[in-house]
């Protein structure tokens, strides 16, 4: 079932987002907390009563410290930026982040959204989720280092307006 995210399903979150911590940023309760209340998209995937994947996307003008989402707030006036989105291990592969980003890009067509914006770790490397935004139709708008040139990011946007990305042929479906 997908659905909205609550305050209920914070520990299931917290718990998917440290299995995985080491492709993503580190997250406490009280940060997804004020990440959750300021949230343009905040959906999990539940199966069996179980939280098993989460997208939490935020519009531009969101008081928010990530260096990437800045990045994009310093570029592009109008934009979704997904700030993490986690499928479980056993889950993968089987459409549920697809799932997720339908429900984003269908806000953004909602709201004329002209970008939906992520970043994925080119250093260390993030194969998979690299692999999954290009089949989205997600390219790179810039690279940024991070913790000292310790890390690198790819900065991804995908292009709502153009309409002819997988996801659009998804929404018509």
């Known amino acids: 079932m997908l ?42 995937i539940e199966s069996a009563g179980k939280v098993e994947a989460f997208l939490l996307a935020f519009r531009e003008g969101a008081d928010y410290d990530s260096p990437n989402y800045r990045w994009f707030a310093q570029r592009y006036p109008r934009f979704l930026y997904v700030d993490r989105i ?39 490397a993030n194969p998979a989720s690299e692999r999954f935004h290009a089949r989205l139709g997600f390219l790179e708008v810039g690279r940024q280092q991070l913790h000292g040139g310790r890390k690198t990011v790819s900065l991804q946007a995908l292009d709502v307006v153009a309409g002819h990305t997988p996801l659009a042929k998804l929404d018509a479906d």
């Open 3 to 44: 659905r909205d995210a609550s305050p209920a399903d914070f520990p299931a979150i917290l718990a998917l987002n440290e299995a995985f911590v080491a492709v993503l940023s580190p997250l406490d309760g009280a940060r997804l907390a004020r990440l959750h209340a300021q949230a343009a998209l905040h959906r999990v």
């Open 86 to 124: 986690v499928v479980a291990g056993d889950m993968q592969a089987s459409g549920a982040g697809r799932r997720l980003y339908r429900e984003l890009h269908a806000l953004a067509v909602r709201d004329a959204v002209p970008l939906i914006t992520c970043e994925f770790d080119i250093e260390p």
